[in-house]
């Protein structure tokens, strides 16, 4: 976004976070700001000409954050939720199941909730959603199970001594399957909000 924009602010609440983006930044980003914080309550410059947020976005407080972002943004300006969908194969049942039953907590589709709530909030109107063509998506099981230890429910420190049986689990499931690599679909999604006048 550097390319094109006169500054971008880019707000996250893990400093290991920020650290790492810091490190992944090209040198030529000096129109990049690091603000180590919340959405809710950031220090900000507004008015910005675009507010984004990624799957991140159920983390929020909207209630707070839905009406600072209306605030922020100029004349004319939008909010654009991006996210993705993937479509697995014939082993998403089986994988999911076990998910299931070692996940802190049941799966929800946390994002699709928020844009719901985002669409009832009164403080935005959805105006558009673009969608990109599916794109082919490969990696090995390994990839896979790393990929949901990464997720909010999933952790190894969650598990604890049920990581090594949950992993064992997977890779069964796979193993059922024949997969050692597994190919699915990606969808990557931008729904486009623009604010109501404030009352």
């Known amino acids: 976004m550097v390319a094109f924009a006169e500054r971008v602010d880019a707000v996250e609440p893990s400093k290991a976070m920020v650290a790492e983006g810091q490190r992944a930044a090209s040198p030529d980003s000096r129109r990049l700001r690091w603000i180590v914080g919340r959405a809710e309550d950031a220090p900000i410059e507004a008015p910005y000409g675009l507010i984004t947020c990624g799957v991140s976005i159920h983390w929020m407080d909207l209630r707070v954050v839905l009406p600072r972002f209306r605030e922020a943004l100029a004349p004319s300006a939008f909010l654009a939720v ?26 929800r589709d946390n994002t699709a909730r928020a844009l719901a709530a985002l669409r009832t909030s009164g403080v935005f109107t959805i105006e558009d959603e673009e969608r990109t063509e599916p794109v082919p998506f490969e990696q090995s099981v390994d990839e896979f199970i790393e990929r949901l230890h990464s997720s909010s429910t999933l952790t190894r420190e969650q598990l604890g001594r049920r990581a090594e049986h949950f992993d064992e689990e997977l890779r069964a499931v796979f193993a059922r399957h024949h997969i050692e690599r597994l190919h699915y679909t990606v969808t990557g ?9 404030s009352e």
């Open 82 to 107: 991006v996210h993705n969908e993937n479509v697995h194969g014939v082993y998403a049942d089986d994988v999911w199941a076990v998910t299931g039953r070692y996940a802190a907590e049941p799966y």
């Open 189 to 197: 999604v931008v729904t486009w909000a623009s604010p109501r006048p």
